[in-house]
């Protein structure tokens, strides 16, 4: 069984509420419909629900059971005038500020449901910036208690591949730090062990990746990864995690025990932390398009309450894949 259907099963134990904000594209609707039929989650959409049975309607897609709520209608809005202007009155929000942001802004708006426990959990993303999305998850929801860092991941599911977890990996961060501090790879290593542990189900192995192993190149770049394993080993000593590793010496075993010989992770690696953004932007993208690997993302770790972040160019398969996942992390409270 594919990693994704494992994920929808146990998404159908527990069925949990998610919210979609992006009810004017259309990959949201097909994705809604889908996931309806499959019965992996709850939908709630904001918006209009004309426009949105209208939009259904022309894309021949059946979303009987969604939940539609329209901001400028429903009796929520003013608990959430009142929540959201008690949030950020440090900030200078006023209830007329907060008014016009929850009626205009769908996102902001999805994110008060979580927050009021009106949704377990939120997915956006595809047409809008990660900014955007984590913007308003981390000004309400905040970070998770013991979190010091708000990161991202994908979940890697690539066919006919013996490495890893029967192909199954863990990426981060690939879609939100752009040149993360050896304290802040750390940091994203403990998360990201901590998200594969719970998606997954299995043991994390984690490579903090360089483009040196063991000093085999010597490098500002790989003094940062250096230092990133030795304040992670210091961190959470109960983690399997070495570094730094090439990325074949990382996965394959053969590779692993040539070049850094006694390593616990070389060769075994199921968690791959990249040292910048750009080289795990570009990783997971040749992995995904040329691998034809299901990628998964990105999803952010270390928020208070389950909100996940798509990729422009995801399709409406991914939407659903993303769904599922974020139904388990709710189940699980990650």
Same mark, same amino acid.
């Given at each position: 069984?594919?990693?994704?259907?494992?994920?929808?099963?146990?998404?159908?134990?527990?069925?949990?509420?998610?919210?979609?904000?992006?009810?004017?594209?259309?990959?949201?609707?097909?994705?809604?419909?889908?996931?309806?039929?499959?019965?992996?989650?709850?939908?709630?959409?904001?918006?209009?629900?004309?426009?949105?049975?209208?939009?259904?309607?022309?894309?021949?897609?059946?979303?009987?059971?969604?939940?539609?709520?329209?901001?400028?209608?429903?009796?929520?809005?003013?608990?959430?005038?009142?929540?959201?202007?008690?949030?950020?009155?440090?900030?200078?929000?006023?209830?007329?500020?907060?008014?016009?942001?929850?009626?205009?802004?769908?996102?902001?708006?999805?994110?008060?449901?979580?927050?009021?426990?009106?949704?377990?959990?939120?997915?956006?993303?595809?047409?809008?910036?990660?900014?955007?999305?984590?913007? &308003?998850?981390?000004?309400?929801?905040?970070?998770? &208690?013991?979190?010091?860092?708000?990161?991202?991941?994908?979940?890697?599911?690539?066919?006919?591949?013996?490495?890893?977890?029967?192909?199954?990996?863990?990426?981060?961060?690939?879609?939100?730090?752009?040149? &993360?501090?050896?304290?802040?790879?750390?940091?994203?290593?403990?998360?990201?062990?901590?998200?594969?542990?719970?998606?997954?189900?299995?043991?994390?192995?984690?490579?903090?990746?360089?483009?040196?192993?063991?000093?085999?190149?010597?490098?500002?770049?790989?003094?940062?990864?250096?230092?990133?394993?030795?304040?992670?080993?210091?961190?959470?000593?109960?983690?399997?995690?070495?570094?730094?590793?090439?990325?074949?010496?990382?996965?394959?075993?053969?590779?692993?025990?040539?070049?850094?010989?006694?390593?616990?992770?070389?060769?075994?690696?199921?968690?791959?932390?990249?040292?910048?953004?750009?080289?795990?932007?570009?990783?997971?993208?040749?992995?995904?398009?040329?691998?034809?690997?299901?990628?998964?993302?990105?999803?952010?770790?270390?928020?208070?309450?389950?909100?996940?972040?798509?990729?422009?160019?995801?399709?409406?398969?991914?939407?659903?894949?993303?769904?599922?996942?974020?139904?388990?992390?709710?189940?699980?409270?990650?």
């Amino acid at each position: 069984m594919a990693f994704i259907d494992v994920i929808k099963e146990k998404a159908k134990k527990d069925k949990k509420t998610i919210v979609l904000p992006e009810t004017r594209d259309k990959r949201t609707l097909i994705a809604a419909a889908q996931v309806l039929e499959e019965g992996t989650a709850n939908i709630v959409m904001i918006g209009k629900e004309e426009k949105i049975f209208d939009g259904a309607g022309w894309l021949e897609v059946d979303l009987t059971g969604v939940k539609v709520i329209d901001p400028d209608e429903t009796d929520k809005l003013e608990h959430y005038v009142k929540t959201l202007t008690e949030l950020r009155k440090n900030k200078g929000m006023t209830e007329e500020k907060a008014r016009e942001i929850l009626l205009n802004d769908y996102l902001t708006f999805g994110v008060m449901m979580v927050k009021c426990k009106d949704a377990d959990g939120m997915v956006a993303g595809a047409c809008h910036a990660t900014a955007d999305v984590l913007r &308003p998850s981390l000004q309400i929801l905040k970070t998770a &208690p013991g979190t010091d860092l708000v990161s991202a991941f994908f979940i890697m599911d690539v066919p006919n591949c013996e490495y890893g977890s029967h192909g199954t990996f863990v990426f981060a961060d690939c879609g939100l730090n752009q040149d &993360p501090t050896a304290s802040e790879l750390a940091c994203i290593a403990d998360s990201s062990a901590k998200s594969f542990r719970s998606l997954v189900g299995e043991k994390p192995v984690i490579a903090m990746l360089s483009h040196s192993t063991k000093g085999s190149a010597k490098h500002a770049l790989v003094d940062k990864v250096v230092e990133a394993t030795e304040i992670a080993k210091e961190r959470y000593p109960q983690l399997t995690l070495d570094g730094e590793l090439q990325l074949d010496a990382s996965i394959v075993p053969s590779i692993g025990a040539s070049k850094a010989k006694g390593s616990p992770v070389a060769g075994h690696a199921n968690v791959l932390v990249f040292p910048n953004l750009d080289a795990g932007n570009i990783g997971y993208k040749l992995v995904q398009r040329l691998a034809k690997a299901d990628a998964y993302g990105p999803m952010l770790q270390g928020i208070a309450s389950p909100v996940n972040d798509l990729s422009r160019g995801c399709s409406a398969e991914d939407i659903v894949g993303v769904i599922a996942l974020t139904a388990v992390q709710a189940q699980l409270n990650v």
